[in-house]
């Protein structure tokens, strides 16, 4: 009869562990797709190409109504210098994520507005090192205009992302 109700008893852990573990996946979801859609941009900057950046962007009103290739040359520009494969390692692991109000509650009207988007759709990340802020603001696209079957995000705001990787901070 023991040996029963330890079966029983590990039986129902196992089904607690994997029920967790399934809990947790769905959970952080958003957090990953987030995630890819930084390295697909970073990847784009990187790589030569920049066509793709406008699909994941949400375009300044200043480059608005420039050609594609201005507006890529633009945000290669404005971009390099704040994404790096490093850098994103550094926020993946240590960098807050969660609602734009949430994380920004002073700026997320503004970036809202200058962006146009709804600020109470779109998500950050957050990370403070060194005296450094580092500012990761995404939207959900919809439909995806990357292609992929998940939903993806566009970047709204990135500011120092890369410098988070620099140890002589």
């Not at 988007?117 to 450094?132: I, M, Q, S, T, Y």
Request: charged share 20%.
């Amino acid at each position: 009869m023991k040996a029963k109700h330890t079966t029983l008893g590990i039986a129902l852990l196992a089904v607690a562990i994997v029920v967790t573990a399934v809990c947790w996946w769905v959970h952080d979801a958003p957090r990953r797709q987030s995630l890819a859609s930084l390295v697909r941009l970073d990847n784009a900057l990187h790589s030569g190409g920049h066509a793709e950046l406008l699909d994941l962007i949400v375009l300044p009103a200043a480059v608005q109504g420039r050609t594609a290739p201005e507006q890529s040359e633009f945000l290669v520009k404005a971009l390099n210098d704040e994404i790096s494969p490093e850098g994103l390692a550094v926020l993946r692991k240590s960098g807050d994520y969660g609602p734009l109000r949430k994380l920004f509650p002073a700026e997320a009207e503004i970036w809202g507005k200058q962006a146009g988007v709804n600020p109470d759709e779109c998500v950050a990340f957050k990370l403070e090192r060194h005296g450094l802020r580092a500012e990761v603001v995404l939207v959900p696209d919809s439909p995806p205009a990357t292609g992929h079957s998940s939903p993806g995000f566009r970047i709204v705001r990135l500011n120092n992302v890369k410098q988070l990787a620099d140890t002589n901070l």
